[in-house]
């Protein structure tokens, strides 16, 4: 699908007609309806702001003329994964995981090749395989590269010891001493609480990457505990295998 097709398919799935888009880029409705036809191409500034308003990479407004990897940890790239500046625009340079607000989260190669290992690793693919690939692989990528040049002099690392200590003064009873904390993206840990009311109420944002980690609970069981944390909040919470039956165990604003 070329950039006309894609942004006339956009549009219309956004319910918009070419006068609301040419609005909302600040263009006329003849500069929309040429790009529809193919006559003419958004420029740079355009692309920035049609991508902010369909919530899409460039790349796919483009009709996904290259493969986006992430230049932390090498995953493909995909929209819904692809990480986000501060003021909420994507960066196609980086996944959810190793960018996430305009701060880096990894300033260690070795405690990102243990945090991927989990997910390579199969049948086909022994963990001494993985290790190996990541060795050789990242070392390749842009931000390692640049790892002076991009990197926050200890900032972040600060910042997560601080939260690890945080954490562990609240004294939760059952819960192991937090060692560490991951990138977690929301959608994937933004689970449902039941209220007293019966009603269900997330309290996390999808496309938000917090910071994490699931323990296995001192009393034993088939429960664990989740701990989740960012700059404005902690939270704990207890819950079953794949996260059924949540029960939040603490709240706190910071």
């Given at each position: ?7 006339k398919?956009?549009?219309e ?17 003849q500069a929309?309806?040429?790009?529809e036809?193919?006559?003419t ?13 369909f919530d ?23 929209d ?19 960018y ?22 199969n ?8 290790r ?6 990242l ?8 790892y ?7 900032e ?12 562990n ?5 059952g819960?192991?001493?937090?060692e ?39 009393f034993?069981g088939?429960?664990?505990f ?6 404005d ?20 604003k910071?």
């Open positions: 699908m070329g950039i006309q097709e894609t942004i398919t956009l549009r799935k956004h319910g918009l007609s070419q006068d609301q888009l040419a609005e909302r880029v600040m263009v006329t409705r929309v309806s040429r790009w036809n193919g006559e191409q958004p420029n740079t500034d355009t692309l920035k702001l049609l991508s902010k308003e899409v990479s460039i790349n796919t407004l483009l009709g996904s003329p290259r493969q986006l990897r992430c230049q932390c940890c090498g995953m493909p790239l995909e819904s994964i692809i990480s986000r500046e501060k003021d909420g625009t994507l960066n196609e340079d980086y996944c959810q995981w190793c996430a607000d305009g701060t880096y989260t990894y300033s260690d190669m070795d405690d990102l090749i243990e945090t991927c290992l989990p997910h390579m690793v049948d086909s693919f022994t963990e001494e395989q993985a190996a690939y990541m060795k050789e692989m070392p390749q990528l842009d931000y390692w590269k640049r002076e040049e991009l990197s926050d002099d200890g972040f690392e600060e910042f997560k010891a601080k939260l690890i200590d945080e954490i003064a609240l004294h939760i009873d819960m192991p001493k937090v560490k904390l991951n990138a977690l993206v929301g959608q994937y840990v933004n689970l449902p609480y039941r209220l007293p009311s019966g009603a269900e109420v997330k309290f996390l944002n999808d496309k938000t990457t917090y910071l994490g980690n699931q323990l296995e609970s001192e034993g088939d429960r664990c989740g701990v989740l944390a960012s700059m909040f902690i939270m704990i919470a207890t819950y079953e295998k794949d996260g059924v039956n949540p029960e939040l165990v603490l709240y706190k910071r």
